[in-house]
Structure formats: structure tokens, C-alpha cells
């Protein structure tokens, strides 16, 4: 059984920063990919990025380019969300996502509320 545990939400102000940081239980493979998604009050989950195991190729979606940067540490079998130049749009739970041998596994996920 592959647990992800998230923290580093909370509430931000508008043009603030926050960190979300993922941990895996999950082994490491060659192919896989960890990434971020959201939801927020209403709407259904949306990418947000992901960052591949091997190489570190990294995913936007386009509503965050520019403003959030996902980055990893191997050694702790980690991944981050930095989240700067917040806005009230980005006002979501954030749920961290593990991906590989072709399955998903996901975080409790962490709510982020950013006031204007």
C-alpha cells in the first residue's frame, strides 16, 4: 500500500507564497512521475504538474505557468509545490499524485486559501 503524505497548506494573502511538500511510501521506478492537482468548491480536480522520476521533465498547466515551480528530492523520495504570486483563483485542496507500473496513487490533500 503506497501513502503519500502532504503538508505546507494553509492560508496566504494575495501575492503571497506558500510550499506544499509530498512524501511517498512508493518505491522508486524508472518510470514514473509525481505531480500536483487541485480542487476547488464546485469544479473538478485539475492538473496543476507534475515532474518526471528519470530526468526531472516538468508539466504546467497553463493557469500556473510562470508562478508555481514543482521540483523533487530523490534521496527522500519527495516533491514540492512553490507557489508564489497566489491569487484568490488559486484557492483549491491540493492533492499530490505518485504514478507508476500504471497506477495512480494520491495524498489526503492540503486545503490553500489565499484572501484577496
Known amino acids: 500500500q503506497v501513502q503519500l503524505v502532504e503538508s505546507g497548506g494553509g492560508l496566504a494573502q494575495a501575492g503571497g507564497s506558500l510550499r506544499l511538500s509530498c512524501t511517498s511510501s512508493?518505491?522508486?521506478?524508472?518510470?514514473?512521475?509525481m505531480g500536483w492537482f487541485r480542487q476547488a468548491p464546485g469544479k473538478e480536480r485539475e492538473f496543476v504538474a507534475s515532474i518526471t522520476w528519470s530526468g526531472g521533465v516538468t508539466s504546467y498547466a497553463n493557469s500556473i505557468k510562470g508562478r508555481f515551480t514543482i521540483s523533487k528530492d530523490n534521496a527522500k523520495n519527495a516533491w514540492f509545490l512553490q507557489m508564489n504570486s497566489l491569487n484568490p483563483d488559486d484557492t483549491a485542496v491540493y492533492y499530490c499524485m505518485d504514478q507508476f507500473e500504471g497506477r495512480s496513487y494520491w495524498g489526503q490533500g492540503t486545503q490553500v486559501t489565499v484572501s484577496a
Open positions: 512508493g518505491r522508486t521506478f524508472s518510470v514514473r512521475t
